[in-house]
């Protein structure tokens, strides 16, 4: 039961430390005016889920309209289409400017094991980044059509992005960063050996910068739930103490308002170390 209610009182905190800098278009059809690089493509908006370069991805497709746009995208020969992140901000819904790209490998039809439940389970390879220049058709929930989007997908451009990267002073910023996890008592740490064997070759297979991505985000997921885990235990023990104070302790939930002053202040003070950290996590891997 605390625990749930102090999950209550983080997650304000969690979502606006996390809104991040990442441009974003509306997610409504918009007329653009192409050009030679611009190409229609199938759109499979994934909420906050990111690829990158080089990655394998499975999914288990069930809903009619990316039935269809599997079908589609096998008979046309493409194999391919990007998946934008999506948000809500102030009440408009939104697709990220850039979104991986992903070709599909392979596609088995599942529908007679899985009793319908799922038809298609694809795997996929992340190819490339596409920079999508606006919305030509939305696609409703239960309906055969997919969503497609107008965009530039950049396949061998984007490999080139580490050229932008001074490679020799992250590995020596990555050996700081492991030494000083080891003098102190960081629960998340890297291993002093993945200094040496950090991933910085161009391209995108294994071995690539693009896998250090991923391990960075790795890192930040652990780091995160570490310090809402940690957070949780501090907290919770001051309310039962108060609770205790009161002799309630058994009371299922109680509001913030009700906490007395100091617990108040402890609780804001947490709250904004929470969004510091965070926010510092998260403004790093820009
Ligand atoms: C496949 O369809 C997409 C639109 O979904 C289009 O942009 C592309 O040119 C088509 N490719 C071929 C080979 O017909």
């Given at each position: ?32 005016n ?84 799922v ?68 629960s ?6 993945s ?7 161009p ?8 896998s250090?991505?991923?391990l ?17 235990e ?20 109680i ?12 609780v ?19």
């Amino acid at each position: 039961m605390i625990k749930s209610l102090l999950l209550l009182l983080l997650l304000p905190v969690f979502s606006r430390a996390l809104t991040s800098p990442i441009s974003y278009l509306p997610l409504e059809p918009t007329t653009i005016n192409t050009n030679t690089k611009i190409t229609i493509i199938p759109t499979f908006p994934l909420g906050s889920t990111v690829y990158t370069p080089g990655e394998s991805v499975t999914l288990s497709i069930f809903e009619p309209r990316y039935r269809k746009m599997y079908d589609h995208i096998l008979l046309n020969g493409s194999r391919r289409f990007i998946v934008p992140q999506t948000v809500v901000q102030n009440g408009k819904k939104l697709i990220s400017e850039y979104a991986p790209v992903l070709y599909l490998e392979e596609l088995k039809d599942v529908s007679s094991k899985t009793d319908d439940q799922v038809k298609y389970l694809c795997s996929h390879k992340c190819v490339g980044i596409a920079k999508i220049a606006g919305v030509k058709r939305l696609s409703q929930p239960g309906m055969d059509e997919w969503m497609e989007s107008y965009a530039e997908v950049l396949e061998e451009e984007v490999i080139g992005v580490e050229d932008a990267v001074d490679l020799t002073s992250l590995r020596s910023h990555y050996k700081k960063l492991v030494d000083l996890q080891h003098e102190t008592t960081s629960s998340v740490r890297f291993t002093k050996d993945s200094v040496s064997t950090l991933a910085l070759s161009p391209g995108k297979d294994e071995g690539s910068l693009w896998s250090t991505c991923r391990l960075w985000s790795r890192f930040k997921e652990q780091y995160a739930s570490n310090l809402e885990r940690e957070i949780q235990e501090i907290l919770q023990v001051k309310i039962l103490e108060h609770l205790k104070n009161l002799g309630k302790e058994n009371t299922a939930s109680i509001n913030f308002e009700n906490l007395p002053e100091g617990l108040k202040k402890d609780v804001l003070e947490v709250e904004k170390r929470v969004r510091e950290e965070v926010r510092n996590c998260v403004a790093r891997s820009e």
